[in-house]
């Protein structure tokens, strides 16, 4: 009886599997946000799917970590899906140079997105666009209200205020200053270096400054924000260094911690999971009036898989994805990753309009490491993972760790030579 | 029946497992050595001859990498050999003591982590630990030995040891059962012989037992260290694929894996990925072949 039932369920689910209408085209996304798949499935597909009939589209994301290392390995083989979010920079343009994605500069709605909005995803000389920008996250720091108020502690604006604040914090004693850890490594550098740091080398002005060599890592403007990172670990909570980047978050949406540094796509998940209010403050600047800086990153965007059968219907699948309708369903979809198109978009979500607010008051840049910088080995992006956690647990000076990141920066990167 | 003849029923038998292990074993592994001479220049694949390892051993930050992932291979191995199999050995010798209850209860719950996924035990003792929500703290708390803890995953100098231990914990049933089967196989004779001439208790552990297992010590040795140096699962369930904190729990596997698929914004590189995997396919091969005619021929045999 047992093994009866268990043969009707194999042979359902090899049925079920298989193409349920024959006419319908059925497209695959591959992605690394999992943390989306019922937002794909309950919101974007389902409103794509009512004005295109005829095209079927599946999600099927995997871990992060992994993405970058199961994608190769499915092109290699042939067996990726038709639509491929494309990370920023050297990872889609390596795809690109090897003909798994296609050029989809002459899709009509590839008007609406800026030249910068573009820039992720082109080819060096701009003369092809190989992904379709989908979204970018802003870092700052996201903040209990309700901790504020008890502590009675003011809204930081300057480096100094913001110490002053994680000082309160931790003689009060009933909430962990700062929620992050170091066991991931990636938070360190992503939302702790590439955080503040803009502040420091005042965004894009260093940026390109570094990619076209006039400026070094081991200049004062890329020192300070490891000196200023060491002084997080005091902040911390016990055992900061096997705390995991899940444990930060539970943390901190369970109500133990004060601030969380952030990046916007979080906003969704503690919009579910914290029952306090949240508020959000941009990374301090050095002193009160100081322009400020901001990462606003270029972050997701999705291209077309050279191989996929279903050319057709993911072309236009992907200029949807250009078009208004598909900006307002993501924003809202996922408060946090805000739309590069041109389109109006308006949001609901409070703590996304803070966020997106500082686009107005503040210069945008990118992470540093992101462009051209990663191209080689030792990789720039990784590297400043591991310097940012050792500034934070102090087992390395700032002067030093800006020795390390230039001496491999310099041993592949001509400019910097 | 003559000899010249060839015995067809002896291929026919043979092909089905040399064809399966040809396709999924040895070509595979030629391929990867041929691999390690290539490279891609302009998305073409050019021979190099050996400048991928002239890259891996000359260049200073390859080299440095290599030199410590195969250096806390060492140690990882070493743990392994200090404390998993004397452990496995101890646990064999007293389960195979006649007068032991629940002899059979014991063998099973020491032996069930063993089956266990490593992605499981990786998670499960990832949480145990955890300065956060793990049982750790609270236990050494209750016994008032709260000041011993420390986040000992997220320290560079502790990572590596506690991720051996943890995998001593998984595997000790291995070397267990081995020698508890080497032991049960000793014939009560011997041992009766023994007691006649007033060897009994540990002396007759240490002077007729241990002699006799020792060919399955050898076995679980060279076990061992093939399952050490081609370990990866724990470490990259445990600590991703940058095996930290700062690489310090980086071994061959992790390091391996890092170049071939590429991680976060560094892109892959099969080519230089294979040749490390060469590396580590030689230096486990010398390992073997060090055991197999230095220690394995010298040890004596005993028929009963």
């Known amino acids: ?417 | 029946m003559k000899s010249s003849r060839i015995k067809w029923h002896v291929v026919v038998f043979l092909a089905p497992a040399v064809l399966v292990y040809t396709a999924i074993m040895i070509f595979p592994l030629f391929n990867t050595l041929r691999l390690a001479l290539y490279t891609e220049t302009d998305q073409v694949r050019v021979f190099v001859g050996l400048a991928n390892f002239m890259t891996l051993f000359g260049d200073p930050r390859w080299s440095e990498s290599f030199w410590n992932a195969l250096g806390n291979n060492f140690w990882f191995f070493l743990v392994h050999m200090l404390v998993q199999n004397p452990i496995g050995i101890a646990l064999a010798a007293i389960l195979s003591h006649p007068r032991l209850r629940f002899a059979s209860f014991y063998r099973s719950a020491i032996f069930v982590p063993t089956i266990l996924s490593f992605v499981i035990v990786g998670f499960a003792w990832k949480l145990i630990l955890s300065p956060i929500w793990g049982i750790a703290p609270d236990m050494l708390s209750a016994v008032g030995l709260k000041s011993l803890f420390a986040p000992w995953l997220g320290k560079e100098e502790y990572a590596l040891t506690t991720l051996a231990l943890i995998s001593v914990w998984q595997f000790v049933g291995i070397p267990m059962m081995l020698i508890y089967a080497a032991l049960l196989s000793i014939p009560e004779e011997i041992l009766e012989a023994g007691e006649v001439d007033g060897i009994t208790g540990l002396s007759a552990f240490w002077k007729i037992k241990l002699p006799l297992i020792l060919p399955s010590i050898g076995i679980i040795s060279i076990l061992t260290f093939v399952g050490n140096f081609n370990a990866f699962d724990l470490i990259y369930a445990a600590q991703g694929a940058l095996a930290g904190p700062d690489f310090s729990t980086d071994i061959l596997g992790t390091f391996m894996y890092r170049t071939f698929f590429g991680f976060q914004l560094q892109l892959g590189d099969p080519h230089m990925g294979s040749a490390i995997a060469t590396a580590m396919f030689a230096i486990i091969l010398v390992g073997v072949c060090v055991y197999l005619f230095g220690i394995q021929t010298r040890l004596k045999r005993y028929q009963f």
């Open chain 1, 1 to 417: 009886m047992k093994r009866k039932s268990l043969c009707i369920a194999l042979l359902a689910t090899t049925l079920l599997s298989g193409p349920a209408f024959a006419e319908d085209v059925t497209l695959t996304i591959e992605s690394w946000r999992n943390d989306d798949l019922t937002l794909w499935q309950d919101k974007i597909i389902p409103a794509f799917e009512a004005s295109h009939p005829g095209i079927k589209v599946k999600f099927t994301p995997s871990a992060p970590a992994e993405y970058n290392a199961v994608l190769n390995s499915k092109l290699d083989a042939g067996s990726a899906g038709d639509l491929i979010t494309c990370r920023p920079f050297d990872a889609s343009l390596a795809l690109y140079d090897a003909g798994h994605l296609v050029d989809v500069s002459g899709l009509e709605n590839m008007s609406n997105f800026s030249d910068v909005a573009k820039s992720a995803w082109q080819t060096d000389d701009a003369s092809a666009t190989f992904c379709v920008p989908m979204a970018s996250v802003i870092h700052g720091f996201i903040f209990n209200k309700e901790a504020f108020e008890e502590v009675g502690v003011e809204v930081p604006e300057t480096e100094a205020e913001f110490f002053a604040a994680l000082d309160k914090f931790k003689e009060d004693g009933s909430y962990i200053p700062l929620a992050m850890g170091t066991n991931d490594q990636w938070e360190a550098a992503t939302m702790g270096y590439n955080n503040i740091g803009p502040n420091y080398w005042k965004g894009e002005e260093g940026r390109l400054a570094l990619i076209k060599g006039e400026q070094k890592l081991t200049d004062d403007q890329w020192v300070a924000p490891f000196a200023t990172l060491a002084k997080w670990g005091a902040y911390m909570g016990d055992g900061y260094e096997a705390q995991t980047y899940p444990d930060s978050q539970n943390i901190f949406t369970l109500g133990r911690a004060a601030i969380y540094p952030a990046g916007s796509w979080e906003i969704t998940g503690f919009n579910a999971q914290a029952d306090f209010e949240m508020g959000a403050f941009k990374p301090p600047v050095q002193n009160a009036g100081d322009t400020c800086y901001i990462s606003d990153h270029t972050d997701i965007a999705i291209g077309l898989n050279a191989d996929s059968p279903n050319a057709d219907a993911a072309k236009t699948f992907l200029n949807w994805v250009g078009s208004e309708e598909f900006a307002t369903l993501y924003a809202n979809a996922l408060p946090g990753f805000f739309s590069l198109s041109n389109h109006n978009v308006s949001m609901e979500d409070p703590l996304a309009q803070e966020f997106v607010s500082w686009r107005g008051e503040c210069e945008s840049t990118i992470r540093s490491t992101y462009q051209i910088l990663s191209r080689g080995t030792p990789n720039l992006e990784n590297e400043t993972w591991g310097a940012s956690v050792a500034a934070i647990k102090g087992t390395e000076t700032p002067e030093q760790l800006g020795q390390q990141l230039q001496e491999g920066l310099a041993s592949w990167y001509e400019p910097q030579q």
